[in-house]
């Protein structure tokens, strides 16, 4: 089962997992979890899934996943109907007015629709915990210079599963470096391959960019990728002057995880997220939501 914790309703909730019963399957069961998710991990596996996500006849599966997992369609650019193919719905675009962002200078936003666990007074070297697993800064980016200047920081983890708006923002006005690539696999990103499959994040297909910020300092972007993502996408231009609530790029089908590191003495999140995460438990939040408080 996966917890998580609503804050505006002020309670708790299970998840209802696209594909839970297969992740069960991947990644519980003694046989299988040998051997099916190092086949599932693999580039071209999840570059298949994807063209055919991308074909005309994946139209098809558009209307059950809607249905099954209750997803409020009226809160998006397009009909159901004008939609070219899964992968097109999968990275569907919010309606002007659906998410409310706020625009106070000092407030930090989250950068996409997900759910968040965030862990404060993280090290370049010490290893922090993630779901029962141990990184460090140095494992995320490669790149122990970049990763001194985050010592002491705050580390977001917001997990986008299959059924959320799959397009991430910047959480504040500023410019935006290029992307750099970090080569991996494709490990599920779900907190049942969590449970099983040590240092994901630090092993899984990624890329980071740095948004030099108005009011946040610089801040790093990583965008992890994770089984059946066929690619992720960079919408936004290095060369241009970037504002809050901006579009930065989308991920194709899957689950996908953006991460938000800040240096030292810069943001003061919001008590329930400290609270929830505290506890391990991941708090849901939308595009635009405050999150915190700069310091």
Partial sequence: M???????????????VAGGNILNFMYSNP?????IPKIASRKFLSKLYGMGCDSKFSKKYIHPFIDRFNINIDEYEKNIDEYSSFNDFFYR?????SRNICKDDESFISPCDGKLLAIEKIDENSSFTVKGF???????LQNEELSKNYSNGTCLIFRLCPTDYH?????????CSKS??????????????????????????REYSILKSDNFDDVIYIEVGATFVGSIIQTYSSSSKINRGDEKGYFKFG?????IILKENILKLDEDICYQSNLGVETSVYMGEKIGVRI
């Fill in 2 to 16: 996966i917890k998580y914790y609503d804050r505006k309703k002020k309670t708790y909730y299970k998840e209802n």
């Fill in 31 to 35: 046989v299988a979890k040998t051997f």
């Fill in 93 to 97: 675009k919010l309606s002007k007015h």
């Fill in 134 to 140: 141990k990184y460090t800064l140095n494992e995320l």
């Fill in 167 to 175: 397009r991430f923002h910047f959480v504040d006005s500023g410019t």
């Fill in 180 to 205: 750099t690539f970090i080569k991996g696999k494709y490990y599920s990103v779900n907190p049942v391959a969590l449970e099983n499959i040590s240092k994901v994040f630090s092993e899984n297909k």
């Fill in 255 to 259: 689950g996908s995880t953006v991460i």
